[in-house]
């Protein structure tokens, strides 16, 4: 008779969890997976899928504008925000029962309801205790809504995806990357945007040359940029809001959205009694193989607090499933992880910024450029997309890529691979670039940016 229950019991079916528990069970373990609200997680729920979805439909506003220097006449036109988020549910109900399939057709047991840690091998749900040889946490992180007076207005990101009506006037509070994607979003579809953020410019960690771009291109589109600003109180007016911001000023809205970051979502988990360290904001800390100091207990995804990316937490998980239950230890590779904001425009990068080069390097160089997109020669538009590469000058390696810039995920993509094969700038240079289009740029680019003084 089997010691245990399961020979992995995951908490948690996000993408992480669920990577995890199928390909365990793919090598004959025996899996079971909790899940307390919705399967797939932040990322299908309410994170990467329904916001690029929404992201979509914030560009048509600009399409229709752009279409008359291309020939088209396009007639009244206006956003059913109902019709939109409808259309957005079903596609989450769908993927929900694509997730639920996966882990059925891959033998895992899926078990609906919300389990806590007990011990090193126990875990319970609904006042029954499970025994597994190894538990894994994949719980993720949620949005956090800073107290100030009134904050309880405030919506955060979660709310953001199912309002009922579309607001006519938004204050989007943060700097980060959901910040900065919500008011692309809102701006498109018609909403008059402010955002605040109390820092002297947005996206801190990317690199200065994309976070100013960036701020330059969202005020020429009407966003209301309030950097170095916060909101001191929120006052309910009517049928609307009233920020008070540190300077004085006020704003009267119809709605506030929180982007000031997310936390692990671990309070009450149990961690704590099981023995598992934790940092001070619920991070389980976890070593390079993502297992806890309690040696049966693993824990992957944004409740570890390493990075929190949807493709991360997948790698985390194979990870994970091949160390227990392959005799193959793996350790994700966090070296040149692409990543994308999908704001308006949109921003992406690979490698070190400028900044973490000059650090980390005695030499660089770097090549820039900044040029108006071959589609608003006819529309008029005044948008401009930028480009960067950061090379170390005595090796000729190219460190970092980034661009700010239509479609810029799709093509930094391409670049993350080359970086993992430690790709040099002569090599790039080698390269013939597909004309015309913007990719092309990053292989023609030959003149240094001038050094530093």
Known sequence: MPQFDYDLFTIGAGSGGVRASRVSASYGARVAVAEERYLGGTCVNVGCIPKKLLVYASHFSEDFEDASGFGWAVGARRVDWSSLIANKNNEIQRLNGVYRKLLVDSGVMILDGRAQVIDEHTVEMDGKRITARYILVAVGS???????SGSEYAISSNEAFYLPRLPERVIIVGGGYIGVEFAGIFHGLGVEVTQVYRGPLFLRGFDDDCRETLAEEMKKKGIDLRFNSDIEKIEKVGAGLRATLSK??????????????RVPNTTALGLETAGVKMTPNGAVIVDEYSKTNVASI????????????TPVAIAEGRAVAETLFNNNPMKPNYSNVPTAVFSTPNIATVGLTEAQARERHPQIDIYKTSFRPLKHTLTGRDERTMMKIVVEQTTDLVLGCHMVGPEAGEIIQGLAVALNCGATKAQFDATIGIHPTAAEEFVTMRTKSPPLA
């Open 142 to 148: 949620w949005p956090m809504i800073p107290k100030i």
């Open 248 to 261: 004085g000023t006020t704003i009267d809205v119809d709605q506030i959205l929180y982007a000031t970051g």
């Open 298 to 309: 693993y824990a992957i995804g944004d409740c570890t607090d390493r990075m929190m990316l």
